[in-house]
């Protein structure tokens, strides 16, 4: 049990989510971070801890109901139910069109949108009753621009941004805003594993000349998740140093 607002981060281990879970916990939140394994979970605990700021992590499979039903009930006998939540765990199967496996397709399907689904279904219900909350649902702009080999992760990604702007207007009167992130290239595992010339071409049609730092993403979903953006809802902020 905690006086501080508790924020509830998925995917937290590296890149974005860590960011996310590390500015909110600056900021004076206990922070749940939750990750696919027991070691990625136990590695978000130490991280917190050896920075001195509270939280902990937590195992979630997003693309089973049943995973994240039991972390919600989890939380709520310890009273941990959270006040803010960013769903930000995503999964990518890429590959063209014509040689996507059906399971390539409802695997990111599964995890990234309908993931959500479950994930505000069962999170929103507290913050309805409490009459607050905060939502921010991590998209991408491939979403808005498409991406050769992402039929099915710009197909989810997209599904999130209209979800999350009907869920926006349902639950607004209770005092819960419901947003979306669409972050551009951003610098983290995934993309520092690409060959140093498709890191070059990819920069150069960024207006910035740079791909973006996780923090940057974190910094915009700190504001949403603020007493400060309780005005804002149903909106989707792109991140992308102009690529749009």
């Given at each position: 049990?905690?006086?501080?607002?508790?924020?509830?981060?998925?995917?937290?281990?590296?890149?974005?989510?860590?960011?996310?879970?590390?500015?909110?916990?600056?900021?004076?939140?206990?922070?749940?971070?939750?990750?696919?394994?027991?070691?990625?979970?136990?590695?978000?605990?130490?991280?917190?801890a050896?920075?001195?700021?509270?939280?902990?992590?937590?195992?979630?499979?997003?693309?089973?109901?049943?995973?994240?039903?039991?972390?919600?009930?989890?939380?709520?006998a310890?009273?941990?139910?959270?006040?803010?939540?960013?769903?930000?765990?995503?999964?990518?199967?890429d590959?063209?069109?014509?040689?996507?496996?059906?399971?390539?397709?409802?695997?990111?399907?599964?995890?990234?949108?309908?993931?959500?689904?479950?994930?505000?279904?069962?999170?929103?219900?507290?913050?309805?009753?409490?009459?607050?909350?905060?939502?921010?649902?991590?998209?991408?702009?491939s979403?808005?621009?498409?991406?050769?080999?992402?039929?099915?992760y710009?197909?989810?990604?997209?599904?999130?941004?209209?979800?999350?702007?009907?869920?926006?207007?349902?639950?607004?009167?209770?005092?819960?805003?419901?947003?979306?992130?669409?972050?551009?290239?951003?610098?983290?595992?995934?993309?520092?594993?690409?060959?140093?010339?498709?890191?070059?071409?990819?920069?150069?049609?960024?207006?910035?000349?740079?791909?973006?730092?996780?923090?940057?993403?974190?910094?915009?979903?700190?504001?949403?998740?603020?007493?400060?953006?309780?005005?804002?809802?149903?909106?989707?902020?792109?991140?992308?140093?102009?690529?749009?």
């Amino acid at each position: 049990m905690t006086d501080k607002k508790i924020a509830l981060i998925t995917g937290a281990s590296r890149g974005i989510g860590q960011a996310c879970l590390l500015q909110l916990a600056e900021q004076g939140c206990y922070v749940i971070g939750t990750a696919t394994t027991e070691k990625g979970a136990q590695t978000i605990t130490q991280l917190l801890a050896g920075m001195g700021l509270s939280g902990e992590g937590k195992v979630l499979n997003l693309s089973l109901k049943d995973s994240i039903q039991a972390l919600h009930d989890e939380l709520k006998a310890s009273s941990q139910l959270p006040q803010i939540m960013v769903n930000n765990a995503g999964i990518t199967r890429d590959n063209l069109l014509l040689r996507m496996s059906d399971e390539q397709w409802h695997e990111v399907v599964n995890t990234n949108l309908t993931g959500v689904f479950h994930m505000c279904k069962i999170f929103s219900k507290p913050m309805l009753k409490q009459r607050w909350g905060r939502i921010i649902n991590i998209s991408s702009v491939s979403a808005l621009m498409g991406n050769p080999g992402q039929c099915n992760y710009a197909a989810a990604k997209a599904g999130v941004i209209g979800f999350s702007k009907s869920l926006a207007a349902e639950i607004a009167m209770r005092n819960i805003t419901v947003n979306v992130v669409a972050p551009g290239f951003i610098n983290t595992d995934m993309t520092q594993d690409l060959p140093a010339e498709q890191r070059e071409a990819i920069c150069k049609n960024i207006p910035m000349g740079r791909m973006g730092k996780p923090e940057e993403i974190a910094s915009v979903v700190a504001m949403l998740a603020s007493d400060g953006a309780s005005y804002i809802t149903g909106e989707t902020i792109q991140v992308s140093g102009g690529l749009l």
